[in-house]
Structures are given as C-alpha cells and as structure tokens.
C-alpha cells in the first residue's frame, strides 16, 4: 500500500489518497493504516494476517458476530430476486412483514415502522414526526426540539442540532433554530466505579420542568435522548432518571424519543433499553444492529396514536411528505429478517443479561490501573475513562487504543474513555483476552 503513487489512466494504484474517510485523522491514518480485510464470529483478519479480536461489535453493529450465513444467504437470494422495489405510492412484501416483526418485539403501543437507511436518518426522522404530529394534533406552536449534551444523534442537521457533541457543531454555524439542550448525566465525582446503574442523578431530569418554565410546554414538541449515551463514552442514566424523564413529557404533552441505535437489538439485554428500563417513550429510533451491520438500514416506531393522527383527511393525501428512495430497501429487508432469526434463535439478547455480571467485574477490575478515573458498565457495553495525558485530551485514549489494535484487541475510543460492546456472542474466555489486552494498554500509556 502507499499513498503517493501517481495514477495512470486505467491503472488502480492502490492508493489510500483518494477515499476521505469519515470521523477520521486522515493523514495520521493514511501515515499509519489499520486496515480489516475479512471477519468470522469475534474476529477480524487485518491486512497483514493478524486476527483481532472485536471489541466493539464493529461500530456497535455486529450484535450477532460476523459473517452469519443465514445473513448472508438470505441477502443473496433477495438480491437475485428482487434487487429493488420502490416504496413511494408502490410496495413490496418485505418491509410489511418486517414492521410486523419488528412490532413484535417493540415496547407495547409502538407498532408503526418507517424504515430508513442509517441512524442519522432515524433521528431526523423522528424529530420531524414529532414536529408534524403536534401540527396535526392542533399543537402548532410546539415547534422547539430539547435534546441533552453530549448526546449524539448522528450527523443530519437535525442530529447534530439537537446533539451534544461538540466538535461536530461547532462548524457548522447553521443548525435548527428552537432548541435547547438538558445537562448531560456524566458526574464522575459522585458516580465513579458504580455498579449498575449510577446512584445520583436524577435531578438533572428536572431540568425539562426549567425548560417548560422559561418557554411554556405549549412550545415545546419533543425531547430526545439516548437512554444510555454511546458515543460521547458510555454515559449511563441515573437511577430513576428515565422515568422521570417520562414523567415530565407526559405531564406537559411532550413527545419523548429514545435513540437506541446503539441500545437497540440486545446491547443492554432486552430488545431495547425502553425494555430494560421499564420507560416506554413514543417514538424509539435505530439501526446498526437491525441488520447486523451487513446491509445498511434504519427504522423508527412509533406510538400507534400519533402514526393514527396522520391517517386523517381525503384517503387520497400523502400523510407524511418524507421518506428516502431506499425506506424499506428489499435488500436490506431480508438481511433484517434473517438477524431477527438469529437473534431468536441463538436467545442473544439473554446472552447479554446471563454475562453482564462477568463483564462488570471483568471491566471493573481494571479500577487500580494508573489513570483509571471511573468503569460503566451495563449489558455488554462498557467504558473505561482515563485521565488526560499532559499533552492534551484524547492522546492517552488514541495511545490505548492503538495499542490495543496492535496487540490483536479493536477498542473504540472516544476522548479519552475507552469504549467496548462486543458482540453479543462473545465468551467468558474473550472477555478475559479483552480486559488483559486493554489492562496492558492501560499500563503502557502511563
Ligand atoms: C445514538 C446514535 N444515534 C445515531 C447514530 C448515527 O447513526 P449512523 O452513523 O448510522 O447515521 C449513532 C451512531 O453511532 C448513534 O450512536
């Protein structure tokens, strides 16, 4: 490989150039590449032949492992039958028998699907469902979004509107006007090395009540929030938190919406963490793990009363002037279908449940390490947050990280948390190759 190799006409250089990759230091990466070639169950093979144990199920995507069969079956068959069918005032079989099983497995009452091709897409979405649903329920004047900081909902102009992150604001001067965000949940000097769910915290849910104060609930659509926050470094709610969170929307007619792109399909071991948790919101975004990461597709449910609140006038009328070329893709469709089997029949979700345990004290046992300054763990996910490094934030976690790829282990790290969600059929003796390969990292970057 090598990335200053001129092209001829015709000729592939295999240049590493030409591809901007996403969420990327480009030129440190194309300096010194980490490149995947094939994957079955755990692992990856790189480039160079290593195999490497995958810690973060992909990028929170390959609940069921690699290289499922029945995946990859059930794609080819689709593709060889119907390899596109449009969804706009035509249909196919697919997505209706995929809502159907989707239905099934969803939180009671939200049994409306709209499908979509990524997370980022869900959560614009759902924003703009709310926003539609308030004007067609008479509540026009709720037009302003909450979201919570350092939430992450993907990359549309909606997501990164009502997101938290930010570095992935603050280019773009240009976001949604109406939107306030709540206080994120992260309080390390109260929370740090929780078991479970983190004691303290719940206050920061009334927040909203401060929010319906200063602009009135007759102005206010919906808020958005990631039951537990993955991109920003495992940030788990507090005790309660959700619930209350429910509580306040429901009392001032607010529409709350979950984004379980990353909680969805099994992570924290349910279905979803609506599930987990005991809340039922009205609108649930995801993706990723709906299809196992093989094909790319999203989905959002919604509760049976607002999807009724659009089924009204001339039965002529498109209800909802939304949707992409590819909602409901027939590809996509199967290899959704095919997940839902595995997830079924291989009881993955459960799996998630039975190995919480070892995976806390796993994770937690890491505590003593030098720069260690808090464990959050839940499900099969888990973070690891280390303290700065004098040259800056994030260099300590990218030092673990890469360390850890080149000792045979993918982390993912974000600032300076380490963050881990392996698939979900990972075993008790992956576990420990993955904590000691971190552990050593860990040590390492001291
Ligand atoms: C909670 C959440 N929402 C939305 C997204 C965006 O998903 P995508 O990258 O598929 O657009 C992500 C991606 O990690 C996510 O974690």
Redesign the pocket.
Known sequence: MTNNTSPQPGRITNSLDDFWMPFTANRQFKARPRLLESAEGMYFTATDGRKVLDGTAG??CCNAGHGRREITEAVSRQIAKLDFAPTFQMGHPLPFELAERLAEIAPKGLNKVFFTN??????DTALKIALAYQRAIGQGTRTRLIGREL??????FG?ISVGGMVNNRKAFSTLLPNVDHLPHTLDIQRNAFSRGLPEFGIEKADELEHLVTLHGAENIAAVIV?PM???AGVILPPVGYLKRLREITRKHGILLIF?????GFGRIGEAFAAQRWGVTPDII?C??GLTNGAI?M?AVFVDEQIYQAFMQGPESNIEFFHGYTYSGHPVACAAALATLDIYQNDRLFQQAIELEGYWQEALLSLRDLPNVIDIRAIGLVGGVQLAPSAEGAGKRGFQVFEQCFQDNVMVRVTGDTIAMSPPLIVEKAQIDTLIATLGDAIHKAS
């Open positions: 990028l929170w990524s997370g980022s897409e869900s959560a939430g992450y909902h993907g990359v549309g997501g990631e926050s993955g991109s984004d379980e792109v990353i909680t975004t993706a990723k790319p999203g």
